[in-house]
C-alpha cells in the first residue's frame, strides 16, 4: 500500500512543479522547512490560502458621509487552484542549510542551524528569514514591503514505515516589518467612468503597515527517499503596528480613515523533491 502511496506522491510533486510558471498573490511567512536533510537540493512548490480579517474605513470629504467593509483574507487574493510560491533549499552539512523561494508578491530567504532528521532527542532548528517585495514578480506597492523573522523549529518523528516518514512539524516564533496587504475594494467606494458604470472589484486601496507578530505552525510531513509532501497551519497575532500608510489611487470621493488586522492564519500544501549528495553514490 505504502509503495502505491509513494508513487501518487512522486506524480503529485512532479506535476506540482510542472505548474510552476503560474503563481497566486499571498503574503506569509516562510514556510518551514522540514527537518535537516543533510548535504543536497530540494525544491517544491506551495500552494497557499490566506485569512486574515481585515476592516478598512472609509470617509468622503464632500459630503462626510463614511462606510467600511471587512475583507476575509486581508493578506491574499487566493488562488489556491496554482502554486503560490517556488521554493528551493541547499543542504550545505547535517546541521546548516539555507533556502529561497519567490511568489508574485515577494520573495524570501533563510537560513537554518539545528539537529539532522533521525538526532536525538528529535531534530530541531534555529531560523532566520528574510522576505521583502524587491524579491517578488510584480512591481506595484508590494515592492515596500518587507520582513525580518527568528523562529525556533521542532520536527519529532511520528512514524517510520518501509516506505514513508512522518514528522510533526512544530515552530514557534517572531517577526517584524512592513507589511503589504492586498484588498478588494467594493465598486461603491470606487470612481465611475464616463459612462457612470461601477466598475469591478480592483486591487485597491494600497495598504502598508508597520507590524510586529507573534507566529505559529503545526502541520505533518510526509517523506520518502526522493519526495515530500508537507500541510501545514500557519497561524500568527499581531502584537504591535503603526498606523497604516495607504495609497488609493481610485478612491476619487473617498479616503480611507483607518485599517485595522489582528490577525490572521495561512494554509499551505508543498509537494517536493529532494536529491541527498549520499544517495546520489549508492
Known amino acids: 500500500m505504502w509503495k502505491t502511496w509513494g508513487v501518487w506522491v512522486r506524480l503529485a510533486a512532479l506535476s506540482a512543479l510542472c505548474l510552476g510558471s503560474l503563481a497566486g498573490c499571498i503574503g506569509a511567512p516562510g514556510i518551514p522547512g522540514g527537518p535537516l536533510q543533510g548535504t543536497g537540493v530540494s525544491m517544491s512548490a506551495n500552494y497557499g490560502y490566506a485569512l486574515g480579517p481585515a476592516h478598512v474605513s472609509m470617509r468622503s470629504p464632500s459630503d462626510g458621509r463614511r462606510g467600511g467593509f471587512t475583507d476575509s483574507a486581508g493578506d491574499a487574493v487566493n488562488l489556491p487552484i496554482v502554486p503560490s510560491r517556488l521554493g528551493g533549499r541547499l543542504g550545505i552539512t547535517k546541521w ?4 529561497g523561494d519567490s511568489s508574485l508578491l515577494d520573495g524570501g530567504l533563510e537560513a537554518r542551524v539545528g539537529l539532522p532528521e533521525g538526532a536525538e532527542p528529535f531534530p530541531m532548528a534555529l531560523s532566520l528569514g528574510l522576505r521583502s517585495g524587491n524579491w517578488g514578480v510584480l512591481s506595484t506597492t508590494n515592492r515596500q514591503s518587507s520582513e525580518q523573522r527568528v523562529r525556533l523549529e521542532a520536527y519529532p518523528q511520528l512514524a517510520k514505515l518501509h516506505y514513508l516518514r512522518v514528522n510533526l512539524i ?3 516564533g517572531m517577526s ?5 496587504h492586498p484588498l478588494d475594494l ?3 467606494f470606487q470612481r465611475r467612468d464616463d459612462f457612470d458604470e461601477v466598475p469591478g472589484p480592483s486591487f485597491d486601496p494600497q495598504i502598508l503597515r508597520d507590524e510586529t507578530r507573534l507566529e505559529a505552525s503545526g502541520g505533518i510531513e510526509l517523506r520518502q527517499k526522493y519526495f515530500f509532501a508537507s500541510f501545514v497551519l500557519m497561524p500568527y497575532v499581531v502584537t504591535g503596528a503603526k498606523r ?18 489582528d490577525f ?12 541527498l549528495f549520499s544517495n546520489l553514490l549508492e
Open 176 to 180: 517584524t516589518g512592513r507589511r503589504y
Open 264 to 275: 490572521g492564519a495561512a494554509l499551505f500544501v508543498s509537494l517536493g523533491t529532494t536529491i
Open 244 to 261: 497604516a500608510t495607504v495609497d488609493c489611487r481610485q478612491c476619487d470621493t473617498w479616503q480611507v480613515d483607518g485599517f485595522r488586522q
Open 96 to 99: 546548516f542549510d539555507v533556502a
Open 170 to 172: 512544530s515552530t514557534v
Open 186 to 188: 467594493p465598486a461603491e
